[in-house]
């Protein structure tokens, strides 16, 4: 076996150029070979799940699609506007056949005539690529009107967003895609019966995407000996912040922990600055509950990191070390919260606004022991009642922090010390703030 | 209902239809869940999580898919882990909504508190306060208190102007969509939208001029909280202080239910004013919408200009004079006419008024030459073959056929077209028929465009293709049997419907007159729409029949009153004219050649100014009576403000006339003009107005008694929702097909017809100048 199934552009150079990628085989197979039903249940059997985010089986979610009401559209989500996650980036620019022949694939087998990847807007220099890509495999027949000459009509069409991280939920890219406003729709339906245009479709991550050759030319069998029983295949794990060899790293799901991930020789080799340690880790960029370094030999696959108490996602994984200030950095995630709300559901638009608030109170130190307390309950207020999922994350950075870091919130409450030290301190907590207020006053107008 | 649900809410059982949402269900048992995005009307969105309750489903075997059994063998219930949203869930047999447990209230305590943050708590000053659905929720379900500071409230434009006639609080919204969501569903104008994200979203005009809908002013109705105003009402009064007095819209055929909400008021001068019109409820004829002319087009009750006393023209100049002065003078000429005498009425009075001008005419008078539209055809055709008893266009659907010809619904009778568009969305087909675009073939399953003046020949090939039976007129018909496959097509919809509704418009070359006689195709055209409908034999059926788009809103009832007393055309000689409430000089026409002329009217016009006698009547607003709409349902109108001067309404004129002439009538109110009515008028027949302000229970309900969807103190019908009344041959069941060859394309350019058309009336309203000048601009190429 190669030594990656989907970067394999690491070890073909050039595989961009159809030249090197060589024929469309998995999707040649497919046309002329099998039915659609058998591609689904191939994709079934080999337990693939879906990469971007939620580990939905994806030969499930195809056959959800009804059969009887045509057209059905395939829709690529290539928006990647988790922050932290850069695999699909890397798919497309470097091995953008893999991830076309995966959906023309899935378009084979859902019946789909259209199949549309939805970029996120600062990919143009990718889509560019994508294109070039597009361009050599309808001059080669692999997509068009007769896909390996046979009736099977495939045509993949590029569409770049316009700057929302909300356009990454399914639901709303479909409402991106149809020239609306990018806001959530209601579910149910699901896409894969009322979808783009009202008709079925299927959504899919770039990654999923590019997982499907590999299953068609090898089996579904070969395919499942890679990874865990429940968690099958290699996964592109996505490896950022404050260590040394950040980057997308390939690895069979379930092989590898945390551990090895940030501090392996073949992965992150270590932290950034000699002699710090892991702090915090976020697993799935900002929408995970963020976990500890207790955390760092959980094996990384859906399962063994669910039952850790945060989510593998999209397997972004940001390292953060002993050197950051936690309340920060988890006002930093709120922050992108709140610019991202689309507005749409009264919790997630009002909620993030307030929290972002309670946050800079906070970090400014002009917040009391009950400021501190109310954050947590903005949060818990808002979980269970969004329209969508982004409302639910947002809350998830605030109340994994204060778990896990709650004295630093705390320490930065200004009657703080009331609490600690019983007597002794609290003359002195009663001082300070007007000290740093009349310090404050006297600042502003001489700088 | 075929397909029934039964499930609990709060242990309490519903049996609703299928499909319904658990927030209807629940007020189907008086159960109130708070929303503020979800409105019966229209489609819901599930964004404000107001609704937010317990769904328990039955439990489902995952082999067998019958339901899990518990110990007591009952359906095990297997609620969700998260609350749901009742405004998107439909309800499932045995389902469990708990609305009531301290989860939900605290969810919905959450909920307000969120959407309390950024709102202005301005109640104080703000129109919608006293019937806010946010002011009453947060009272009813709130929290009470809020640990937002309010220190860090956003501050936003609070008077962004939308358009000319609305306004809007950016700080007060709270981001429902519902206006924007009516634009787009209801009325079908884009011109809404959101625009930026998160909490700086905010509504915005798309459209140049801004908010272009003939429709915009329901989005403050509906708006939740006082974000949306028009520049009509805003900062005039509140709510509680408020007469809402039950009145019929005075302008065009669909006679809307709306509710004159009236005050005295400082600018004013300390008189009473109408200080905004809302419409009422009436699911039956405008549900809970009128357009921006009903709602702004009443400032001509109150205007400057109105006559204030009776002027009688004394050497060449018209004073003022008493009423003893001008009856004294009026009986002497009219006398002095001795039969000669012609009279004038326009469309717009009450059948009461109608009625005693008619019989004032044959009792004192002695004369039966009277007038009323002389370019409308087929009044006649439209009270034997008018839409049957029961008719209801929101009950069109699957199956039902509505053929337009000749009519631009949208600017005739906008309200139709509101309930026209969501027939097609329940099913019904469309046939539009015109000689130009109107906003009905977006609509239409079939749209036929004729060359001007073809109207008729159209309508005859439409029955050509669609039978081919013996009948009276068969052999001419067949002439025009059809090459168009258009045409064909539309013609198969209608053999195959099993309801048909004619509407027939007058946008074709208006009629001249030629030696006295007006040339008329609309005639044509009008007999042409009852073949139709006859021969199909879609008559005397609720939702079939003849629907026509005439021109104002009593055009029907005063032709009802004045063909029951044998009204002729002008004939002879006319020594003396009385003309009421109608300017043909002002329209371009000509008087007929007379010696004296009394005017009845509002204004002084032009045809007042060359009048002998000008006598002041009451404007609707100020006195009570009836109109008939379209449909030929009769409903009543309340007296909402006192006489303006010393004018008097235009029955009790006619009944002090009468007294000159030694009539002893016995009307002391128009009332008991209406009993007079009822029993010599055959359709109008048990008609009165204690049966007239009968009110029935109107679904969705959106009045006071629910603040739930609104808390309008307006909506609440409690002025009556009239009657139908029959068409002639559901009296007496006689039909017949009549042959009018039609005319040939006369070459003359039509009219089209504009809601926005400058009149009389509507240039009172200082505010809708805008609309009439933009009206104007715009040049229809027929």
Redesign the interface.
């Known amino acids: 076996m190669d030594k990656y199934v989907l970067l394999r552009h690491r070890d073909t150079p050039d595989i961009h150029k159809l030249s090197v990628y060589g024929e469309y085989t998995a999707l040649q197979k497919a046309v002329t070979t099998l039915t659609p039903e058998q591609v689904i249940n191939e994709v079934k059997v080999s337990g693939l799940r879906g990469r971007g985010g939620a580990g939905f089986p994806a030969g499930v979610k195809w056959s959800f699609v009804p059969k009887d009401r045509l057209p059905h559209y395939v829709t690529v989500n290539a928006d990647e506007s988790e922050p932290g996650t850069f695999k699909d980036r890397e798919l497309m620019e470097f091995n953008p056949h893999q991830v076309i022949e995966g959906a023309a694939i899935a378009a084979y087998a859902v019946g789909a005539t259209r199949v549309y990847h939805y970029l996120r807007g600062e990919f143009k220099s990718v889509a560019r690529r994508m294109q070039a890509a597009l361009d050599e495999a309808y001059a080669a027949g692999y997509l068009g009107q007769n896909v390996f000459g046979t009736h099977v009509e495939i045509q993949m069409f590029l569409h770049l967003g316009a700057g929302a991280y909300i356009c990454g939920e399914e639901s709303a890219l479909l409402e991106s895609l149809e020239g609306k406003r990018g806001q959530p729709r209601l579910r149910p339906p699901f896409p894969a019966v009322v979808g783009l245009y009202n008709q079925p479709t299927v959504i899919n991550n770039t990654e999923t995407m590019a997982n499907v050759p590999y299953i068609l030319n090898h089996g579904a069998e070969a395919y499942k000996k890679l990874g865990t029983e429940k968690s099958p295949g290699t996964k592109i794990f996505c490896l950022s912040g404050m260590v040394k060899r950040p980057g997308n790293y390939e690895a069979e799901l379930g092989k590898i922990s945390f551990r090895d991930l940030i501090f392996g020789e073949n992965f992150g080799q270590g932290m950034m600055v000699e002699g710090r340690n892991v702090k915090a880790i976020l697993p799935s960029g900002a929408s995970g509950p963020i976990v500890t370094e207790a955390a760092l030999d959980v094996l990384l696959d859906y399962e063994s990191v669910a039952a850790a108490g945060t989510i593998l996602g999209s397997a972004s994984v940001i390292v953060l070390d002993d050197s950051i200030d936690m309340v920060w950095a988890a006002g930093k995630v709120t922050h992108f919260f709140r610019h991202e709300s689309c507005g749409k559901c009264t919790p997630c638009r009002e909620g993030t606004y307030w929290m972002e608030k309670q946050y800079q109170d906070i970090l400014k130190g002009k917040a009391t022991l009950a400021d501190v307390q109310l954050l947590q309950d903005v949060a818990q207020q808002i979980i269970g009642k969004c329209l969508c999922p982004l409302g639910e994350f947002a809350t998830s950075p605030v109340l994994s922090s204060f778990q896990h870091f709650q004295a630093e919130y705390e320490a930065r409450a200004t009657d703080a010390k009331k609490v600690v030290p019983a007597k002794a301190a609290s003359a002195k907590a009663a001082a300070t703030p007007t000290a740093a207020k009349t310090a404050d006053t006297k600042a502003v107008p001489t700088t | 209902m075929a397909d029934l649900i039964n499930l609990f809410i709060d242990d309490v059982a519903v049996s609703v239809p299928k499909g319904t949402l658990i927030v209807d269900a629940a007020k189907r048992a008086d159960i109130d869940i708070p929303v503020f995005c979800y409105h019966p009307k229209l489609k819901?969105?599930?964004?404000?999580?107001?609704c937010?309750v317990q769904v328990g489903r039955v439990k489902l075997d995952r082999g067998t898919g019958q339901p899990v059994l518990d110990a007591n063998g009952s359906p095990e219930i297997a609620y969700g882990p998260?609350?749901e949203t009742s405004c998107?869930t439909p309800v499932e047999p045995g389902m469990r909504v708990i609305t009531n447990t301290d989860l939900v209230k605290r969810?919905q305590k959450?909920?307000l508190?969120?959407?309390l943050?950024?709102h202005p708590l301005d109640c104080p000053i703000c129109d919608k306060g006293g019937e806010c659905p946010l002011q009453n929720l947060t009272l009813t379900y709130g929290p009470g208190v809020t640990?937002?500071?309010y220190a860090?409230k956003q501050h936003l434009d609070k008077h962004y102007p939308l358009g000319e006639l609305i306004f809007l609080d950016k700080e007060r919204c709270?981001?429902c969509a519902r206006c924007i969501r009516f634009q787009d569903e209801i009325a079908d104008d884009h011109v809404l939208?959101?625009y930026?994200?998160?909490?700086?979203?905010q509504i915005e005009t798309m459209s140049t001029p801004g908010f272009d809908s003939k429709f915009s002013g329901n989005t403050t109705d509906i708006c939740p909280v006082g974000a949306l105003t028009t520049r009509d009402f805003r900062f005039r009064a509140r709510p509680w202080e408020i007469t809402n007095v039950p009145s019929i819209c005075p302008h065009c055929p669909v006679g809307c239910n709306i509710s004159l909400g009236t005050r005295r008021s400082a600018k004013g001068g300390g008189e009473w004013e109408i200080l905004r019109v809302m419409p009422r409820q009436n699911e039956a004829v405008n549900e809970i919408w009128i357009c921006d002319k009903g709602r702004f087009g009443h400032h001509y009750a109150r205007s400057q200009a109105r006559l204030q006393k009776p002027l009688i023209k004394k050497e060449g100049r018209l004073v003022e004079a008493t009423w003893e002065e001008a009856f004294s003078l009026i009986a002497d000429r009219f006398r002095a006419a001795n039969g000669k005498a012609a009279g004038w009425l326009g469309d717009r009075v009450s059948n009461e008024d109608a009625w005693l001008f008619g019989k004032l005419f044959r009792e004192g008078f002695n004369s039966a030459q009277l007038v009323n539209r002389p370019h409308v055809a087929g009044l006649d055709l439209v009270a034997r073959y008018g839409v049957g008893v029961g008719t209801n266009l929101g009950n069109l659907g699957q199956g039902d056929v509505v053929f337009i010809v000749a009519g631009d619904v949208e600017e005739t009778a906008p309200v139709h077209m509101l309930r026209l568009k969501a027939a097609v969305e329940r099913g019904a087909k469309l046939i539009v028929a015109n000689a130009r675009e109107t906003k009905m073939d977006r609509y239409a399953a079939i749209s036929i465009q004729y060359q001007p003046g073809m109207d008729t020949q159209t309508v005859y090939s439409l029955l050509a293709s669609v039978s081919n039976q013996q009948s009276a007129i068969s052999s001419q018909v067949a002439k025009f049997a059809p090459s168009d496959n258009k045409i064909k097509a539309a013609g198969q919809l209608i053999a195959e419907a099993q309801n048909l509704i004619v509407m027939l418009g007058d946008e074709r070359p208006y009629p001249v007159m030629v030696q006295g006689q007006y040339t008329d195709a609309g005639r044509a055209l009008a007999q042409a729409c009852a073949n139709l409908v006859v021969a199909t034999g879609h008559i005397g059926k609720a939702n079939n029949g003849l629907l026509p788009l005439w021109p104002h809103n009593n055009t029907q009832g005063v032709y009802d009153m004045l063909s029951a007393q044998g009204a002729e055309a002008l004939s002879g000689e006319v020594k003396a004219l009385y003309l009421v409430g109608t300017d043909p000089i002002g329209e371009g026409q000509n008087l007929p050649p007379t010696d004296f002329v009394v005017v009845q009217e509002l204004f002084l016009t032009p045809t007042a100014q060359q009048a002998d006698v000008v006598l002041p009547a009451l404007a609707w607003a100020e006195r009570d009576g009836t109109f008939t709409n379209a449909e030929r349902r009769v409903q009543r109108y309340y007296k909402a403000l006192p006489p303006t001067g010393q004018a008097k309404a235009d029955w009790e004129i006619f009944r002090l006339i009468a007294e000159k002439f030694g009539l002893k009538w016995s009307f002391f109110s128009a009332e008991g003009v209406m009993h007079e009515i009822a029993a010599q008028v055959a359709a109008y027949a048990g008609l009165d107005y204690v049966c007239l302000a009968e009110t029935k229970e109107e679904w969705p309900p959106v009045g006071t008694s629910s603040d739930l969807y609104f808390g309008g103190t307006a909506y609440d019908n409690r002025g009556g929702v009239g009657a139908q009344t029959k068409s002639l041959f559901e009296i007496n069941g006689r039909s017949e097909l009549k042959w009018i060859e039609p005319p040939p394309p006369s070459g003359q350019s039509i009219e089209p017809r504009r809601l926005n058309r400058p009149g009389t009336l509507i240039d009172q309203s200082a505010i809708y100048e805008v609309r009439l000048r933009a009206a104007e601009l715009v040049k229809i190429e027929a």
């Open positions: 819901p969105v599930g964004m404000c999580r107001m937010l998260k609350l998107t969810a959450d909920v508190e969120f959407l943050t950024s640990r937002f500071d860090d709270i981001q939208g959101f930026e994200r998160g909490r700086k979203m």
